[in-house]
Structure formats: structure tokens, C-alpha cells
């Protein structure tokens, strides 16, 4: 294997030695589908968050933001289809060692076509191609599995007590859509926007932050005229691919799937898949972006009895049409890792660093005093790195190790430059370059002498 291939082993890895990423409850041996952020990761997660914010709903004229409940009244999930068939996953067992398995992943695992298939289709061609168990075992016939987690509410056990966390964060914002109307008076085309957690009892949890059975969203509900939902949803179209550029990933390592009919969910007259090419992976869901017609809005009107119609200014009453992005927190994090992570060749050596983008690194610059044993060098570089963390907050101390081993470290973690107060800036070999500082380039490794008094502006223009 070449040093310079990008793994899904050497992200993972390298998640787990810097704090971006830990598996969940691990002193217990773990909790299959849950991750832990560490503080690298839950920075870059809120930078990505912050980001998304900014561009969908602080930047734009039609956006509006919520932040719902995550436990909702189960009528909710009834009207919205999520208790029934509309939200199950095919489930196969090893008839020999009881592990649940989703039937369709092992169909494609053989290589078998297996969007929108029906349990005695999955049936018919496991027995067809004598598709087994990953243990070579025989499977159990395939049966729905819902996805929802259940739990309850109150003192009480029983149904009347029954809940479920939200398996997507979708529908905090249909049953909010009269509050949002009625107290801001929005103008069609408009969009609701909500991050939030949501959670699905996934049959496989698998490949790090791409399956988990506790995630991230950041959804839109963009409503629209029925009539125009079509050039609405070629202008969001755009917007999204401009998320993806401003996340840094290259264009050819993003492609959109339209996904076939017979694949929708069930709420979806079109969705296309936007897929990131993780490495080892290829091709797989980063986003989606769903017409999701009047139906959510028009289930809940039925099943709440409860007006959602919108009414124009000339009096015309409808329930709008939906348009629908939604974006995986998790997966947008792997796809920016996946992009970021280079290696290269350094003084001999071969480095590994995350060329993250400015906005999305944890902390934007270190700061190190040369020596740490010199009190007066630490003093001037206590100095300068508490002007910068008032002026951009995610700014590290770092005065471990020798100079080296602090570059490497921050290279691995992405930090855009690392400043270092030596005796120059103290005057004390070149006078010239009194109260001046080196700030070296993350990327080039390439290092330039800057006065302190330029440092906030210097940071805050460059790109790298
Ligand atoms: N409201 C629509 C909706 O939830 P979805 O395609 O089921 O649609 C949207 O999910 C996005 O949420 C996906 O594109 C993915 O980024 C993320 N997602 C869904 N299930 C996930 C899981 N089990 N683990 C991590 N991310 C997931």
C-alpha cells in the first residue's frame, strides 16, 4: 500500500489519537451505532453546523430557523407514516448465530440488484443465489423491521405512554409550520431550518459515522406553490452543490444519484441522492434532497384536524408543496476528514496533515513560546496568544515537546498556522525583528516573520 493512499483505517485511526472521534460508552466495551465527539471533533462538528447555519438561514431572505422537541406525540409518527411500512428496513437472521443483518446490504454484497424490493422478492432471490449469512450460515426469511426507538413517558407504562425519538428531525418542523406562519407572516417561497439530533434503531450500524443509530441532521423544509416546485428545486439544487464547495470537496468526488421510483421513500415524488466517494467506500449518501408533495403537511391536517392550508395575500387558501434537503452532520464530518486528509513528504519524512479549510479547522493558529523553560519568551508569547483568543477564540496554547513535534501535531489536526515567539521577537539576536513573530504555513511548512501588530489582520484575511 502506498504511504500516500487515504484509508477509512488511518482517518479512523487518526480520529481516535487526536480527540476528533471515540466509540461510544468504550470503557463498557462500547454501544454498537454510537460515537463520541472528543473536543477536536465536537469543534469541527459546530464549525460545520455554524457554517451550514450562516449560508441556509443567516444569509438568505426565506429562511427560518426552529428547534423542536425531540420526543413528539406518537400521532405524529402515525400521520407521517413512520409506523408503518414506509419506515422498516428487511431484516434477515443467521438462522445459526441469531445476528440480524439488513437483507438488502447482503444482496448488493453479492452483488445483487436490490432497490424497492418486496420481502418475498428478498426471499425468492436469497434462495435463488443461495445468498448466506457473512458467517456462511443459511438466513431466516426476511421480515420488516421498524426503525423507530420506543420509549415512555410519564409514570406509566403501557401504550398510553408510548413515544419515539424522532427518526429524522423532518417533522418538528410540519407540525410547527402554523406556529412559524402565524407569528412571522412569511411570503412563499420560504424555508423552515432545524439541526437537531434524531435517531434510528439501524439494523447494521457500520463504517464509522456513515451508519449510526444516533446522528445529526440539518433539514429544510422549503415550501413552495405546486406549480413551481420544479424551478424551486433546480435553484436549491445549486445551493446545495455551493455547500458542498464551501465544505471543500472537490467536485468529482461528489455526484448526484437520482433515485429510481421504485426506491423512494414514501413520501417522495423525486429525490436525488447527493454521494460523497469516501475512500474504500466509493460512491455513497452524503445528503438528500427530496420533493416531498403536500403530504406531510396534509397527513397532519387530516389526522390533527387542524387547518395547514397557507393563505396568499389575494385571500387563496392551499397547503404549500415541499422541498426538502437534509443533510447528515456525521456524514458531511467524514466527507471533510476524508477530503482533508493528506500525506506527503516533509524533511524526509513522510507527515500525514488535515488540509482543512480555515473555516472548518478546530482552532485557527497556535501559539508557542520557542522554549518553555525561558520565562521571558513565555511571557511574550502568553501575550500574543491571549490577544488572538480574545479576537477569534479557537486559538491553542501548545508548549509540549520541541518545536517539531508541536508542528506535526497541529498539522494533524489541521491547524492552519502555528506562530512561535522566539529570541528574535525579544530583540535579543536581531534587533530588527523585535516584537516580531514566525507564523508557518500548515500546508508548505513554509514560514514567514510577521510583526505582532499584523497578526490579527494576517489571520483573519488568509485563506490558508
Ligand atoms: N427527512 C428526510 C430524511 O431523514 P434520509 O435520507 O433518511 O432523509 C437524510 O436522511 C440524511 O441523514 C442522509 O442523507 C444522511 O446524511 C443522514 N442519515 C440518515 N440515516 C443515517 C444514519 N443511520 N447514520 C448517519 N447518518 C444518517
Redesign the pocket.
Known sequence: MSTTETTMEKIVSLCKRRGFVFQGSEIYGGLKGTWDLGPLGVALNNNIKREWWKMFVEDREDMYGLDAAILMNAKVWEASGHTGAGFCDPLVEDTKTGERYRADHLLKDAGIAADGLTIDDIDRLIAEHGVLSPKGNPLSKARQFNMMFETTIGATAGPAGLVYLRP???QGIFVNFKNVVDTMSPKLPFGIAQIGK?F?N?IA?RDF?????E?E?M?IEYFVKEGEWEVRFEALRQDIWKWFDHLGLRREKVREYDVPENDL?HYSRRTI?FEYDYPGKGFD????F?YRTDHDLRSHQTASGVSLEYTEPDGTKFIPHVL?P???V??ALTAVLCEAYTEDEMNGEVRSYLKLPVHLAPYRACVSPLLKNKPQLVEKAREVFLVLKKEFGNIAWDDNGNIGKRYRRHDEIGTPACIVIDFDTLGEENPANQDTVTIRNRDTGAQERVAITELVNKLTIATV
Do not use: I
Not at 209 to 213: A, E, G, N, Q, Y
Not at 285 to 288: F, I, K, P, Y
Open positions: 429524522e428531525t423532518a434524531a434510528r439501524e450500524p459515522l456513515f451508519r449510526v443509530r446522528f441532521q433539514e421513500a441522492d449518501e452524503l445528503a438528500g427530496a426538502e437534509s443533510f447528515g456525521g456524514r
